[in-house]
């Protein structure tokens, strides 16, 4: 346990390095502060909120917006509301950041959520709302895809969600708990977490640029349950921690983040892929799954665990079929190293390789971001309303990336990098 | 201090009579809960939200929004902000409220704010800050002013105000004292609330067709500190709890309700009023306070604590210098007997006679919902961003009546009611 003190004193820390170097917020800019998943940031990031509102504030925000909202609300309306009434949908939540996004504010999503949040509710009735959700919030994921503005995606400790990571503590003990390891892997216990994350951001681009002279033509996984390969297109471009925005400015989407990832082409990826971590989407967990491609094209799920959900997910649209995204982390990883999962992408995810099906990002194309959607799908682009990530790889995992020529050269072996750079 | 299991039953059947007495929920109407002054529900609210959405949707709501917001968030602004900064304005909440209202959909204020919320900050600021909302919300103002839907304003018990309210009683039993004088003030604590809300709906009904009937041109009031008149203008119409909604909706516009009220004549009120109460407004408590009126104007306030807001206030705009509303409630009402202050005007008003400056309820004139602006001001209305309702009634005051023959007939005798029904 942590002494109070102490606690907001790294609290303090990890806002000002999500603030300077997340968001890179400018002087003058405006930031929006919203969570899509439980449409509004959930009552148990407030403490966070509070301490990013300061440090935006300090770094010369003119304003702070949040949108606040409250997993318990969806849980009543998926037990009380009318069956037909699913549609019905808080537009001015999507106003409100197009409309700060047109302006050119930053965007920060506060993740605080319940991994159990819709546990034992009807599937039925949870994908109806989480299709409206979908489809509503597509025009932000659209902006937030082309990096229209600076965005960063961080979380917050939660009561239930620390029950969920650390079962066997107590409450307090668990969401202490919880906090430390959200400020070790967010480097916010160092002594000068600023300095730590420009040397880390520095490492991942060396790795972007030797996978980026690579030009690989596709990657080969191998192990247990996957034996399976993407292809990566022509143009398509290896990013790893920053990204400039449309508006200019340098950003660090992800804190945590560990990965390297590029544009996979979503009409070549053969094979099946085994989970190597359970999913949390949507307040639901699918556990123990796989997928199996032809011609790009999923044609197989599997779940232990809600397999239900995890076919509505693909049976969303035609995008959610296919590829969006792929990455690559070593699986020791500062977040690979430790010895629980988090059920939550934003670190699992950062533990661990993972391809996502659906929406591909348009900067991880050459020219992306100039092409129309059917340009972008045809140069293996993908546009989906989902983009849900989920972890493949293991310490038990080999990747291969093929050539231009066909040739095979190690690219990960046994989970971890395998080459030098 | 109240067992859990009663606390929770006593806050359905309070959430229960909110929604159908209150409201009046129809089936298939959509509801959305909101907080204006604190920009959003404060987080305090959720158990009693809960406790409403259930009622909402066992009464055939389509769909429950609430607008969240946090106190905090303000005081951080109001502490850490640039000082050109306070046009900054959530207007989303303002669309959010206005869309449901175009769609003729109920609205319920909840408040759970702490009374001393923005304490010791900066006046200017303050002022600034609430100039900016009373100006973005207006047009909600003039919406539920002509009573354009079903609305209702209730509130809840928080940390902060329950410690205000009690503040010799430890934390958890000053919270579950101030819940408890909620339950019995809204008549939860009765075997039936919805019968009784009935009876007293048509009690308060009675002394408003009595007063109707009379058509006084004025009513004078004498007490300690206050020598005062104000005019009633032709065509003036006296209400008491109930009113129907543009969509047709009966409903009770606040809970509790004690009161019988009427439109005063802007251009007619002389002399000084003394308050009786203190007035919390925007987070602050203006304490002994009195207004004097010359023409129907305000000349002068007088204040030994937060003067300077109140005069703020006053300096708003024209319509912030008259009057908008007068409500006769006697001294012994459930409230007026209590023998503590509830630092919420919702409760306060609700213990005593009362004004306020500001905005005039159109329904309270005869076709008033069909003048035009100024049609309605020369009828004796009055337009404002402020409606501010400050209590003058005790059990030292007597009111008269002024007959259109200038005869003065009793009204209340030390703060009851002087005529039977």
Known sequence: MIAKEQHQELLAKYAEAVVR??????KGQRLIINNGASRGVPPAGREFIYAVTKAAYAAGAKYVEVIW?????????????????FNEYPKFHIQAVMDMIQNGDALLSVYANDPDAFDGLDAE?????????????SPIGAQVSRNAINW??????????????FPDLEQEEAEAKLWQAIFETTRATL???IAAWEGHIANLKVRAKYMQAKKYSALYY???????????PHGHIWG??????????????????EEIFTLPDRHRAEGTVAATFPLSYGGSLIEDFSVTFENGRIVKVNAKKNEAILQKIVDTDEGSTRLGEVALVNATSPIGKRDHLFYNTLFDENASCHIAIGRAYRFTLTGGAELTDEEF??????????????????????????TQNGEREPVMRSGEWAFDV
């Open 240 to 257: 790893g921690a920053q990204s400039m925005a449309e508006n200019g400015v340098i950003f660090t989407a992800n804190m945590p983040t």
């Open 125 to 137: 009735r949870i994908a109806a709302m989480q299709r409206a959700h979908l489809t509503q919030y």
């Open 152 to 165: 960063c995606v961080v979380a917050s400790s939660s009561p239930s969600w620390a029950k969920k990571v």
């Open 21 to 26: 170097v997340g968001l890179n917020l400018r």
């Open 191 to 193: 002594p000068d977490p």
């Open 377 to 402: 799908i045809a140069a293996g682009g993908n546009l989906s309303l989902n983009h849900v990530d989920f972890m493949i790889g293991s310490p038990h995992m080999d990747i291969d990336g093929i």
């Open 69 to 85: 909202g409250d997993e318990e609300m969806l849980r009543l309306r998926l037990q009380h509301a009318p069956a037909d009434s």
């Open 222 to 232: 191998k192990g247990p349950g996957t034996d399976f390969t993407l292809g990566l």
